[in-house]
């Protein structure tokens, strides 16, 4: 059974940063195309980052391009989202999803979807 879990979400101020996680078991990373999604309340679920299956191109929305990154670490299994000078805007439910193949898809159209992770960011 494959199962993909996002952590590392939570309330920051701000201008801060965060880093989440998403942890793959079931399925192996190192070929697939991930996805990292969000969706703000009252919102349409937003596309922020797609990394190829071989790592030759990760494309960001223009929201976000500049402040996150994205990188896997194939020997976890495991992808990031590095979000930094983040915004009251940014605020939203962050969810991975990966397939298998070069791009990303739309989130309902990836293999595999997270439950997300909540990220706050407020003073």
């Known amino acids: 059974q494959v199962q993909l879990v996002e952590s590392g979400g939570g309330l920051v101020q701000p201008g801060g940063s965060l880093r989440l996680s998403c942890i793959a078991s079931?399925?192996?990373?190192?070929?697939?195309?991930i996805g990292w999604f969000r969706q703000a309340p009252g919102k349409e679920r937003e596309e922020l980052a797609c990394?190829?299956?071989?790592?030759?191109?990760?494309v960001f929305a223009d929201s976000v391009k500049g402040r996150f990154t994205g990188a896997r670490d194939n020997a976890k299994n495991t992808v990031y989202l590095q979000m930094n000078s983040l915004k009251p805007e940014d605020t939203a439910v962050y969810y991975c999803?990966?397939?298998?193949?070069?791009?990303?898809?739309?989130?309902?159209?990836?293999?595999?979807r997270g439950k997300g992770t909540l990220v706050t960011v407020s003073s």
């Open positions: 999803a990966v397939r298998s193949g070069r791009y990303c898809k739309t989130f309902d159209a990836m293999d595999y």
């Open positions: 079931g399925f192996t990373l190192d070929t697939a195309a």
């Open positions: 990394i190829t299956n071989d790592d030759t191109s990760t």
